[in-house]
């Protein structure tokens, strides 16, 4: 009896490792491992004539499309469409678009689209340390220095409990530590600059000469960033993705500093209030698009930023769990992807549990995180955590 098996091959190196253990030769590898992966683009707010072009390349090459009927006959001033096909059949789809002037903008948008997915593995340049993002899922450890912060607000306020536990989550193995003086927990009101900096320069100070790990600044102000990068910090982690203070960006350049950059509705305070999106993940990629956009025109390299999806600032309990799912949508914006889940309420609506009764939700998603393509995770639980990562790459980086 004959054996079917269906293998979920996610990239080039898992292509090659299939068909080479089919027996087939070089040559036939080289042809055949873009046909392997297939891809679901879906281009959105063009022309229906466009739309019915990509259509009937896309199925000449083997392809299809799927188009609203107002898309088909014209009817609609705009459409969306759905283009399905392997990288090979995409690819000669970009070359076939080259013929068409009006079209060549969305085939070079394609072509970057592909580039971006394949891209797997980045290089992240600190002053001290150089991180090789997508060999392993790197672990930045969260030191809240504030009264108030939703999960551990209070327990490191004072200078010297703060500096014992950015040590302690160095010595459990974090790769950053994120340090912030502000809380941003939903209806937090903005802090004053001096006392933000009050908080967190001593501490950063004294870890930054105390550790090896780089540390990470959790500020959107570019004021704050500058002093902290004055004082050790390495990367700056922007919840506002470059929205509220957009010189910032000129900081980091200047710096040559590493960015996150976040996505945010709104702000703290007013983030968990009426929350509605036309489309979630088109909103949040655009708005993540404008931050690069922002970043890369301030001159930051565009190597050194790194893109995060926001769970919780903004977002519904079902748009969390959807992020999470399908994160690997936004490795379309060619940038490494930061996931931080830890502790927060949607995990504490799934299980009806307090911010301090959520290490196992926590530990879940984190290792779902992993598995959907996240390259860094930030959890206030250091130790558990850098474990869950381990368990969770090794599953990914298995070959048989």
Do not use: W
């Amino acid at each position: 009896m004959n054996l079917i098996r269906c293998l979920h091959i996610n990239g080039f190196k898992e292509a090659v490792h299939q068909i080479e253990k089919v027996g087939v030769d070089p040559t036939g590898i080289e042809l055949m491992k873009g046909k392997t992966l297939h891809f679901n683009l879906k281009v959105e707010g063009i022309d229906p004539r466009t739309a019915n072009i990509l259509k009937q390349e896309m199925l000449s090459l083997g392809g299809d499309a799927a188009l609203d009927g107002r898309g088909l006959d014209c009817s609609a001033l705009s459409t969306d469409g759905l283009l399905m096909g392997s990288q090979r059949q995409f690819e000669k789809l970009i070359q076939k678009l080259e013929s068409y002037p009006h079209l060549q903008k969305i085939g070079q948008a394609l072509g970057e689209t592909l580039q971006n997915i394949l891209k797997t593995q980045f290089i992240l340049r600190c002053r001290r340390r150089t991180f090789r993002l997508g060999e392993r899922t790197f672990l930045m450890g969260v030191l809240n220095i504030t009264p108030d912060s939703f999960s551990d607000g209070g327990l490191f306020f004072d200078k010297e409990k703060a500096i014992a536990h950015g040590l302690k989550m160095a010595e459990e193995g974090a790769d950053i530590i994120d340090i912030g003086g502000e809380s941003t927990r939903p209806g937090s009101k903005p802090l004053g600059l001096e006392e933000e900096l009050r908080r967190v320069l001593p501490v950063i100070e004294t870890l930054s000469r105390e550790t090896e790990v780089p540390i990470s600044i959790d500020t959107y102000k570019s004021e704050v960033a500058r002093r902290a990068i004055d004082a050790g910090a390495e990367i700056i982690n922007d919840i506002s993705g470059l929205h509220l203070d957009p010189e910032l960006a000129r900081v980091a350049a200047k710096e040559q500093t590493p960015i996150v950059l976040m996505h945010i509705r709104g702000t703290p305070e007013t983030m968990q209030k009426d929350i509605r999106y036309d489309s979630l993940f088109s909103e949040i990629i655009e708005y993540l698009k404008e931050g690069i956009r922002r970043a890369e025109s301030a001159g930051v390299d565009s190597a050194q930023i790194v893109i995060d999806p926001g769970i919780g600032f903004g977002k519904t309990l079902g748009d969390n769990l959807l992020i999470i799912k399908r994160l690997s949508e936004f490795r379309i914006l060619g940038k490494p992807i930061l996931l931080g889940t830890s502790r927060k309420s949607f995990i504490g609506k799934i299980l009806d549990t307090n911010a301090d009764q959520r290490l196992e939700g926590t530990l879940s998603s984190i290792a779902i995180g992993v598995l959907n393509g996240a390259h860094i995770i930030r959890s206030h639980d250091v130790l558990q955590a850098k474990r869950a990562i381990a368990v969770a790459d090794a599953i990914r980086m298995a070959e048989g």
